[in-house]
């Protein structure tokens, strides 16, 4: 027996298909009563579908122009999210803007006029991203993934400033994105260690055919060992946290931190700001970034690190002409 969603889905299907159908036409290919029938097509004219009642010996419904495009049944919810993840695809790192507009209008035309207001009103204006991924070269890798068969492909760190070296051969395990970037997590067997790719940079050669079984993701969380990754730690934390005492109000400092930073309002007007960098040195330059006075508080490798940048960049000064000492 076919679940209520299901019959409601056919029944529009049916009435798209035929100008009019008989209320037992209707019964019979849905094999549910004319009562029920009834029932159904209240619930397609409540989601905003225009069904008119046809008068006569057996009686009959007509489902009205403009819904006979294949059909969708979305509720408000489900078109906010198809209007919205359309809109914002211009800032996911893919070329699919265009793609994506033509998507959003062909979706529009399928649904009921309260829908096609609802997603109307949305507005979205989105930055593209400045690295963009040929979508078939990422469809390629993410259908090698789920495959679970060996990737072969060329690389370089950046396309047309660079020579290809020898292709590569890894066993990929999730495709994961971040900040409008798109990455491939893999287990490198040349290299007998996990590897992430930028798939921007990525080339993939013909199918290889080939399985692998899976290995177990250390934390097994892709996103968080990406994410590690790039912080140059075997976990989601920084490898190099220290604190500095900036002479700045803490809403001048807050737009500028990650999300696990912590910034301390103090009472003389200065912030207490902890983070972290994947270099004691790095670490030493984000606090120095911001335009104010500072006190490097600690740990001691932290205040070692300023100190030395501060070396280096008095040293960096010209002392026009003349003899250096």
């Known amino acids: ?37 009834r029932r159904d097509v209240e619930r397609l004219r409540e989601l905003g579908y225009t069904v008119t009642t ?3 010996p057996t009686g009959g419904y007509r489902l009205s122009a ?56 949305i507005e979205v204006l989105s930055t593209p991203s400045a690295v963009v991924v040929d979508p078939e070269v990422l469809v390629a890798v993410i259908e090698a993934t789920t495959a679970r068969e060996v990737l072969r492909f060329d690389y370089a760190p950046v396309w047309g400033e660079a020579e290809v070296g020898p292709p590569l051969s890894v066993e990929p395990h999730a495709v994961v994105t971040s900040n409008g970037r798109w990455y491939l997590l893999a287990w490198a067997p040349a290299a007998a260690d996990w590897r992430t790719y930028r ?29 590690a990754r790039f912080r140059g730690s075997t976990d989601a934390s920084w490898p190099c946290v220290g604190t500095a005492l900036l ?28 983070t972290g960098s994947w270099s004691w040195r790095a670490l030493a330059a984000r606090f120095a970034g911001f335009d104010a006075d500072l006190t490097l508080e600690g740990p001691p490798a932290l205040v070692e ?14 002392p026009g002409p003349g003899p250096r000492p």
């Open 305 to 318: 690190a300023g100190q030395e940048l501060a070396r280096r960049l008095l040293a960096s000064r010209d």
């Open 1 to 37: 027996m076919t679940s209520p969603s299901s019959r409601i889905l056919t029944l529009l299907s049916l009435l798209q298909a035929r100008p009019e159908s008989s209320a037992t036409f209707l019964a019979e290919r849905l094999g549910v009563s004319p009562r029920t029938v």
């Open 247 to 274: 002479d700045l109000p803490a809403r001048d400092v807050a737009p500028y931190v990650d999300a696990d930073a912590l910034v301390e309002q103090g009472d003389d007007g200065r912030t207490r700001l902890t």
């Open 54 to 56: 046809l008068r006569g």
């Open 199 to 227: 798939v921007d940079r990525m080339r993939p050669r013909a199918a290889t055919r080939r399985s692998f079984s899976r290995r177990r993701v250390p934390g097994d969380d892709p996103v968080a060992f990406v994410a």
């Open 66 to 121: 403009g819904a006979e495009l294949p059909p969708l049944l979305f509720d408000d919810d489900q078109a906010v999210a198809v209007a919205l993840a359309l809109a914002v695809a211009p800032a996911s790192g893919t070329a699919i803007g265009e793609a994506a507009a033509r998507a959003l209008a062909t979706v529009r035309q399928v649904m009921p006029s309260r829908l096609r207001h609802r997603m109307d009103s």
